[in-house]
């Protein structure tokens, strides 16, 4: 008995009944295996030991695996098929392994199908990239709602910490760093890899700058941070992201404002409140880095700084450089 394939257009011989189906009475028993063991032959495909009728059964099979096409016309081979095949056997094979990665309910692909107007298979190129730009999309929905899980996790714990009247900011510097991360979708923002001072190694512009919020909380380390780079940080959280007026917002830019600051006044002029010193209005032929050196000198202790006297290593280094400044020039030879 002859029978006519209803999806591949082809007949052939079943034995053992005579008679005649006609066509989508029947289909080829290629189309009721199981996609994993049509995926099998795929390494057949590739090292040619198929036919071109094999090649052709197993396409349309694998393409009828996906569930996402309906035949309604069986397809038509022509001379230009066994070149469509050729082109896009590989990425349907891919594309079907990488919609099969995902099972969701919730999820749906778009459907094609298999007419008159469509049975040549001139367009099913366009329709593996329309499975692949929503798979694409669907891995960049995920990852979003993975991230703002994320997010949502990392601001809770970090809202405790910040609430706590006991805990200071270098306490969880590292959870507003990771925070700041996520947050400013860095990963996703700025790709590649840059030079980081840090560790001399390339490093992630997202790694980078969480390292840079760390420093930003010690005293000891903020000197070393790249003006430059922090100020980018800074402009970017203060115009590019949607987060000012959150309490995560808040703590981080109050975090790299005063780094900044005090990055910037490694001498602690801001900071002076000595009685001894007479301020005054300086006019405009006064020369401000002039009165500056002054106002340092003055401020500079009559001995040579004692590093176990002072709380922490950046005000020995601070009243170091008064000193030296003080004893370069003369300041101490007067009071001999």
């Not at 000197?223 to 922090?230: F, M, S, T």
Request: glycine share 4%.
């Amino acid at each position: 008995m002859r029978i006519l394939c209803a999806i591949s257009g082809l007949d052939f011989q079943a034995d053992h009944f005579p008679g005649f189906l006609a066509q989508r009475e029947a289909v080829h028993p290629i189309f009721h295996l199981p996609q994993k063991k049509l995926l099998s032959y795929t390494g057949k495909f590739y090292s040619s030991e198929l036919t071109d009728i094999d090649k052709y059964l197993l396409f349309l099979a694998v393409l009828n695996s996906s569930e996402l096409v309906d035949f309604r016309a069986s397809v038509q081979r022509t001379a230009f098929t066994p070149g469509i095949i050729a082109r896009n056997f590989d990425p349907l094979v891919h594309i079907i392994c990488k919609l099969n990665s995902i099972s969701s309910p919730a999820v749906v692909f778009p459907r094609f199908v298999i007419s008159q107007e469509t049975r040549t298979l001139s367009n099913v190129h366009f329709w593996l990239d329309n499975w692949l730009s929503a798979y694409k999309e669907f891995l960049a929905g995920d990852r979003k709602h993975t991230e703002g899980r994320k997010l949502i996790a990392r601001e809770l714990a970090l809202e405790r910490l910040i609430k706590n009247p006991h805990r200071a900011i270098s306490d969880y510097a590292n959870q507003i760093a990771d925070w700041a991360v996520v947050a400013g979708d860095l990963e996703n923002r700025f790709r590649g890899k840059i030079p980081d001072p840090f560790t001399l190694k390339s490093n992630s512009i997202a790694e980078y700058w969480r390292s840079i919020i760390i420093r930003c909380a010690r005293q000891d380390k903020i000197y070393a941070i790249p003006e430059a780079d922090l100020d980018e940080i800074i402009e970017f959280y203060e115009s590019e992201l949607d987060v000012v007026g959150s309490i995560y917002s808040f703590e981080l830019l109050k975090l790299l404002r005063i780094a900044k600051k005090k990055r910037g006044d490694y001498l602690g002029l801001s900071d002076i409140s000595s009685p001894a010193i007479s301020y005054q209005i300086l006019s405009e032929s006064d020369d401000v880095m002039a009165s500056n050196l002054k106002l340092m000198i003055d401020l500079a202790p009559t001995e040579e700084p004692i590093k176990n006297n002072y709380p922490d290593t950046i005000s020995y280094l601070r009243a170091r450089s008064r000193w030296v400044m003080a004893k370069n020039s003369g300041k101490f030879d007067l009071l001999l």
